[in-house]
């Protein structure tokens, strides 16, 4: 009970505080009060009256004022901001927080092919029962992402050059031009499938998409020897 009090205490000084500070801010306009933004005298008064533990008006004004510094704090302390939501704030955060958990998640994450479901199994062998959800958490935090595999080649300084040009000559054309070479041209996407096996998407560390992509990029070029290998490998069995 004693805990509850404590809780329903905090959310009403929240409560009046964003009180305060509309009416600091927009003013009144209700059954008895009636007055314009910034009239810290009338929000004391207001206070006094409808609030029987502020009936004292040193109490009242301490408050009010105390309010309306918060908000005018807010951007240099944002803890100050008295419209901050509070849920959360005093949640503990034992395992997200806990250094070894920290440090085992982040050496398992590195490792090949791994997942979620086996850094929770390795963390449960060591004695650490931590959920799924708390092992996101910790993968976000370490700037872990599971990243598909990048099959794009990086662009060479000469190819983007080229592109430049390509694009600067079309826009220098007019739209029947335009539209009569458009018209010549077919348009086409590529989608890749895993067919065998799971997907080759992993976990991959870095700060940017970029940074992440780099780490899970397959070469074309070495996608087609291997396809011209098992072609030629394929040939050779239906030849004997």
């Not at 009569?180 to 348009?187: A, E, Q």
């Amino acid at each position: 009970m004693r805990k509850l009090q404590v809780q329903q205490r905090k959310y009403l000084v929240l409560s009046l505080r964003h009180k305060v500070v509309n009416m600091w801010l927009h003013g009144a306009n209700c059954n008895d009060w009636n007055f314009a933004a910034g009239n810290a005298r009338k929000i004391i008064e207001f206070m006094q009256a409808n609030f029987p533990q502020y009936e004292v008006f040193t109490a009242a004004k301490s408050f009010v004022y105390r309010a309306i510094g918060r908000l005018r704090e807010a951007d240099a302390m944002p803890h100050q901001d008295p419209f901050r939501d509070l849920r959360g704030e005093n949640k503990p955060q034992v395992k997200r927080k806990n250094p070894q958990i920290v440090e085992m998640t982040d050496e398992l994450l590195s490792e090949p092919k791994a997942t979620a479901p086996k850094v929770q199994r390795a963390l449960r062998r060591h004695g650490f029962r931590v959920s799924l959800s708390t092992i996101y958490r910790i993968a976000t935090d370490l700037t872990f992402k599971w990243t598909k595999p990048w099959h794009t080649d990086i662009l060479t300084p000469a190819q983007k050059l080229k592109r430049k040009l390509f694009c600067g000559r079309l826009l220098r054309l007019t739209d029947e031009a335009l539209l009569l070479m458009l018209s010549r041209w077919m348009f086409t996407d590529e989608k890749w499938w895993d067919i065998v096996g799971p997907a080759a998407s992993k976990y991959c560390k870095g700060k940017t998409n970029m940074e992440r992509k780099l780490q899970n990029q397959v070469s074309n070029v070495l996608l087609f020897f291997y396809f011209c290998l098992l072609a030629i490998s394929h040939c050779h069995v239906m030849h004997a």
